[in-house]
Nanobody, 120 residues
Framework: QVQLVESGGGLVQAGGSLRLSCVAS????????MGWFRQAPGKERQFVAS????????YYADSVKGRFTISRDNAKNTVYLQMNSVKPEDTAVYSC?????????????WGQGTQVNVSS
């Protein structure tokens, strides 16, 4: 069973930067698209970004476009989310997931998440 483990969350001031990582177990990482989602308290899970298998295509939610960058290193079984110019409304638990595009229902394996808190 594939496992996804996120890291890199924490407390950051508004306008600052943070890089999240998600490491996948197993040998099939490069076969799947990967995505990042977030969920704030009392709110529904929200799509953030996704990336194609080779990393040649990326997709972003309008709310993060131009500020966040998704990338992957298939040799390291890792997908990243570089978060720049963060805002208090970016505060959420960020989770990575496997296989989908922009809709949560498309994804089949999820990590436990890492908390990101942005102070104003």
């Amino acid at each position: 069973q594939v496992q996804l483990v996120e890291s890199g969350g924490g407390l950051v001031q508004a306008g600052g930067s943070l890089r999240l990582s998600c490491v996948a177990s197993g040998r099939t990482f490069s076969r799947y698209t990967m995505g990042w989602f977030r969920q704030a308290p009392g709110k529904e899970r929200q799509f953030v970004a996704s990336i194609s298998r080779a990393g040649s295509a990326t997709y972003y939610a309008d709310s993060v476009k131009g500020r966040f960058t998704i990338s992957r290193d298939n040799a390291k079984n890792t997908v990243y989310l570089q978060m720049n110019s963060v805002k208090p409304e970016d505060t959420a638990v960020y989770s990575c997931a496997r296989k989908g595009l922009t809709t949560a229902a498309e994804y089949d394996v999820w990590g436990q998440g890492t908390q990101v808190n942005v102070s104003s």
